[in-house]
């Protein structure tokens, strides 16, 4: 082999070789995690922390990837193209063998949170669902178990479904929304997700002021956090843990603090059977 062919090989051989090193020394693909707008006011700025926490204990670099609907949030889930996501019961039941529990919020002690119904605050004479009928309803999201599902499991132990019972209804696409529709006179009841409701009375009284709750449902198990179905086993591990472990040190319960949260904890898919029974009600009599 002469001096030029040798020259020539030596170079192949570097070449592949610190190809090699620079595959080996590729940073993992980014953690995706999904969710739906929340009701918080500088809910960029609490993101930016949160994901600088996350990725500090994970070690990986986080996107958090934000849409309007939890169906939207579900589809990306569903094509691999989230990692995690933050749904809702209802979601959840409906395409469990699609995805993992991962963990479940902590509200007041408990992993478990009520649907509110709520009427405009000058309504002294409203109980219940019964009277509001012909009257303008608003729901928040129509995968939204508090802000939905529990009203159409309402209506269909009535005999009744929104068409026959409401003047009219609509969707507002966040809870936060059915609160200022119900508010400002837009809708005469709503449903909305207790949690969202306190939360807001914290943070917003002069809003949930001009509400007033109504009825309040059952406990139901807390929006959770999910794994799409082929995660990683040491990424959702890892996440897992990370989650649950937030109460426990002084930045992440300050996090948990502005999500008006106690923690998170594994859970388990039995805690949104209550939930199951209503979809699989109101899936029956459609």
């Known amino acids: 082999m002469d001096n030029s062919s040798r020259r020539s090989l030596l170079a192949a051989a570097l070449l592949v070789s610190c190809f090699g090193r620079l595959r080996a020394e590729e940073p993992a693909s980014p953690l995706r995690i999904g969710l739906t707008p929340v009701f918080l006011d500088d809910q960029v700025a609490f993101l930016n922390l949160w994901r600088s926490y996350l990725e500090r204990r994970l ?37 469990r ?26 309504d002294t004479t409203t109980h219940s669902l019964l009277d509001l009928r012909g009257k303008v309803f608003a729901y928040s999201d129509p995968d939204s178990n508090s802000g939905y599902l529990f009203t159409q499991y309402s209506l269909r132990r009535l005999n009744e479904t ?3 019972f409401f003047g ?14 119900v508010a400002v006179g837009l809708a005469q ?32 198990g807390f929006p959770p956090f999910v794994a799409r179905g082929a995660v990683a086993p040491a990424e959702f591990t890892a996440m897992q843990a990370v989650l649950v472990r937030m109460r426990d040190d002084r930045e992440g319960a300050a996090l948990l ?19 199951a029974a209503m979809y699989r009600t109101v899936s029956n009599a459609n």
């Not at 995690?84 to 395409?95: D, E, S």
């Open 168 to 181: 009219k209804s609509f969707f507002t696409w966040a809870h936060r929304k059915v609160v200022d529709a």
């Open 189 to 220: 009841g709503g449903a909305v997700d207790g949690y969202v409701w306190d939360t807001l009375a914290l943070s917003h009284p002069e809003l949930t002021a001009k509400t007033r709750i109504a009825e309040r449902s059952p406990e139901f």
């Open 59 to 95: 070690g990986r670099r986080v996107v958090f990837v934000q849409r309007g609907s939890y169906r939207e949030v579900v589809d990306l889930l569903r094509q691999g193209q989230l990692d995690f996501a933050w749904l809702c019961g209802y979601p959840y039941v409906r395409h």
């Open 257 to 275: 603090k502005r999500l008006n949260l106690d923690g998170f904890e594994a859970g388990s898919p039995a805690q949104f059977d209550g939930v």
């Open 97 to 122: 063998d699609q995805m993992k529990l991962l963990t479940v919020p902590v509200y007041l002690g408990k992993p478990l949170y009520r649907s509110y119904l709520i009427v405009p605050a000058h």
């Open 162 to 164: 929104p068409a026959s």
